[in-house]
């Protein structure tokens, strides 16, 4: 088994970071800056900034802030929220970040994910998937744009194929059912993905508990978990969870 990785997930809206439920219900979190630097010295393997109110303001993500994030964090630093062109990608690689996660963009143009991949790379290029399981078939779940406020009738499966065909380097799988819950990732969802590609899949959204953490690598076969509340409200340092995954198993950078 390869190394799993630990990420903490910064959603940033008007430069601090919030947490809420299935998207909604939004409380403050802290000082992204602040936040990134802590996360960056006690262990995170690699961080991520959502500027979560981009697409749907129409407006660019805040490179200023992207940027101060940077100078404070060294470890990989993915950065995504309103992107929709290479040259932007560019900035934001040239801002700090190490990687650029891309969603809506994406869904409106795929060729987005191939043009981004040939010029910088695939392991730059991170696909967002914001996914909602699908009331008219079990089993089946819907890709959602606009920070999750629009769903489209893409299938998550299909996308996450079609994604890892154009360059993405690897998924950023979100439940919207169990974002910020704390019951659990939706790990039937997790395995579907992780079973169509070859490429990594980082499981986000619902973890509540270190036994959330290890199942979501066991039974949802994720590469990576993020996880936020669990972490910006104090409930687990990236420590414990690391120490807890290793004695269960489960390799990780301690």
């Not at 799993?4 to 299935?22: A, S, T």
């Not at 929220?81 to 143009?109: M, P, W, Y």
């Not at 191939?114 to 009331?135: H, M, P, T, W």
């Amino acid at each position: 088994m390869l190394t799993k990785r630990i990420i903490p997930c910064l959603d940033v809206k008007d430069n601090r970071v919030v947490k809420g439920v299935q998207f909604l219900n939004l409380r403050d979190a802290g000082d992204p800056v602040e936040l990134g630097a802590r996360y960056s010295d006690t262990g995170a393997d690699e961080l991520v900034f959502l500027d979560i109110t981009a697409t749907i303001r129409s407006r660019k993500t805040i490179i200023e802030l992207v940027e101060k994030v940077a100078e404070n964090v060294f470890i990989p630093f993915t950065v995504g929220g309103g992107i929709q062109t290479v040259e932007q990608i560019d900035t934001i690689l040239r801002s700090g970040a190490d990687k650029v996660s891309v969603n809506t963009a994406a869904v409106q143009n795929a060729n987005l994910i191939a043009e981004a991949a040939q010029r910088f790379g695939n392991q730059c290029v991170v696909l967002a998937i914001d996914a909602r399981r699908s009331k008219k078939e079990t089993h089946k779940w819907q890709v959602c744009v606009k920070a999750g406020s629009e769903p489209t009738d893409i299938d998550v499966v299909d996308w996450a194929v079609q994604g890892e065909q154009l360059g993405a380097g690897e998924i950023l799988l979100t439940s919207m059912d169990a974002d910020g819950t704390k019951a659990g990732y939706d790990n039937e969802l997790n395995k579907a993905v992780s079973d169509a590609v070859n490429i990594p899949v980082i499981a986000s959204g619902g973890a509540g508990t270190l036994e959330h953490l290890y199942e979501a690598i066991v039974d949802g076969r994720a590469d990576a978990v993020l996880m936020a509340s669990i972490t910006h409200f104090g409930n687990y340092t990236i420590r414990q969870m690391k120490e807890y995954l290793a004695g269960r198993g489960i390799p990780v950078n301690l």
